[in-house]
């Protein structure tokens, strides 16, 4: 009865501490979660998947025949973005996003735009009602 | 799943996962008492041996 | 063996009994306002919509939780401190890493069912989140080592020491958002600042989550402390009648 108990009990440490390192490994990989518009294009002959993160530039939202096309921007540099899929819900122009995915071949014109195949909306930490007057209500993601 | 949707499941399982937990707190304290009481009469019993 | 009986203190109970029913009805009254401001009185956010309003469970669950591990750092310590050593601060340290496990489940929960609407996807491995699931396991395994059979002082020490080590994940959690860029985003209350992004009747909702929450936890520690003292009062019945019955003492 008490033998059992104690190899229930160390089993669960077991489980608890291969959770954590396989989290830890997870995690390692993803120090930087995403790259913005500026950091992005400097490694723009890379293959790599990273997230990209930047605010829905307005008026350039169109859609394709497998999802959406539009271009992001923080403020210094745009790219454009070819989703695969449908966008999130809370995706709309202005919106700061994160895309996750790679940069396709250079096309015609030159540059590369970025394939995207998974788009999170990073909101602020600021809340309030629609009322109000709103200064900003789409931060650009920082750092 | 609408908005309010994701907001109902949220409060559903907030209740659910206190609920519960102050449920299980509550019958081992049950438990615990009822033993209590038991245990403590059941040690002369064995002497007869008609505990058990 | 009689340090044991030194360490043994018979505080039944954390709280008298008038105070523990005074604290159970104010948790059950915020419980109330917090549900009619978080659902009804509180506007929806302009951003988020009234998917924001799950903010009003996950942010004090989380604090919960901190305020949880916090406690069971401080009574693990109380118990390491050999003038303050008693096997109340163990039982403390117990029960509140317990309930502070289920908050921080409870927050994991919350969040992915906030950031399916919000973000688009219910699992980011961003660092506060995953340092949020460390945490979680951490947890877990502590109350795996206190549930370990062994000596009572041998087993409040190994926990003691354990709780001071897995505390080390709590402050990374909290700050995990200003030390690396993350999806999830920085906090609102509770940021270096000290200058809260939310105002009116959010701000105040908000508070209201937080009061009931800590006041939740403390109706809970109550209550499993008392658990924990009676279940010890009959291991050690039980143990002292299998002693009797191996040395012929009953029969």
């Known amino acids: 009865m008490k033998g059992r108990r104690a190899w229930v009990a160390i089993g669960i440490c077991a489980v608890a501490v291969i959770a954590i390192i396989g989290l830890a490994v997870q995690l390692s990989g993803n120090v930087v979660y995403y790259r913005t518009v500026s950091e992005a294009v400097k490694i723009r002959s890379s293959q790599a998947r990273f997230r990209l993160a930047g605010a829905v530039v307005p008026g350039t939202i169109s859609e394709t025949s497998t999802g959406v096309s539009f271009e992001v921007t923080d403020g210094k540099k745009t790219v454009t973005i070819n989703h695969r899929g449908d966008p999130p819900q809370l995706f709309k122009p202005g919106a700061p996003v994160l895309c996750e995915g790679a940069w396709g071949a250079a096309t015609a014109s030159g540059v590369a735009a970025f394939n995207s195949d998974r788009i999170m909306i990073k909101h602020g930490e600021e809340y309030t009602p629609p009322k109000v007057k709103v200064t900003t209500t789409t931060s650009l993601p920082r750092g | ?52 | 063996m009689s340090e044991k009986i030194n360490n043994r203190d018979d505080r039944s109970a954390l709280l008298p009994r008038a105070v523990g029913r005074v604290v159970d009805s104010l948790t059950l009254v915020s419980i109330g306002a917090l549900t009619f401001f978080g659902l009804w009185a509180s506007p929806a956010d302009v951003v988020q919509g009234d998917a924001q309003r799950i903010m009003y469970l996950h942010v004090p669950a989380a604090w919960a939780a901190y305020v949880a591990f916090g406690i069971t750092t401080l009574a693990s310590l109380l118990w390491l401190w050999p003038r303050t050593r008693s096997a109340v601060w163990d039982r403390v340290a117990g029960a509140s890493a317990e309930i502070g496990l289920i908050f921080t489940g409870l927050t994991l929960l919350l969040g992915s069912l906030w950031g399916r609407p919000v973000w688009g996807v219910w699992w980011a491995w961003d660092a506060r989140l995953v340092s949020t699931a460390v945490l979680f396991f951490l947890y877990l395994g502590y109350l795996a080592i206190r549930a370990v059979p062994a000596e009572p002082i041998v087993r409040a020490r190994r926990s003691a020491i354990t709780a001071v080590i897995v505390f080390i994940d709590v402050p990374i959690v909290h700050f995990s958002v200003n030390w690396w860029r993350t999806l999830h985003q920085k906090a609102t209350v509770f940021n270096p600042e000290l200058n809260p992004e939310i105002h009116g009747v959010m701000a105040l909702t908000l508070w209201i989550g937080v009061v009931a929450f800590t006041l939740l936890y403390v109706s809970l520690l109550n209550r499993r402390y008392q658990l924990a003292y009676l279940e010890e009062g009959l291991e050690e019945t039980a143990l002292d009648s299998a002693i009797l019955q191996r040395s012929g003492g009953v029969k």
Do not use: Q
Request: glycine share 12%.
């Open chain 2, 1 to 52: 799943m609408t908005d309010a949707g994701f907001v109902i499941a949220s409060w559903v399982i907030t209740g659910l996962v206190l609920g519960g937990y102050a449920l299980r707190i509550a019958l081992r304290t049950a438990v615990a008492r009822g033993e209590k009481t038991l245990f403590k009469p059941a040690a002369p019993k064995a002497e007869n041996g008609v505990d058990r």
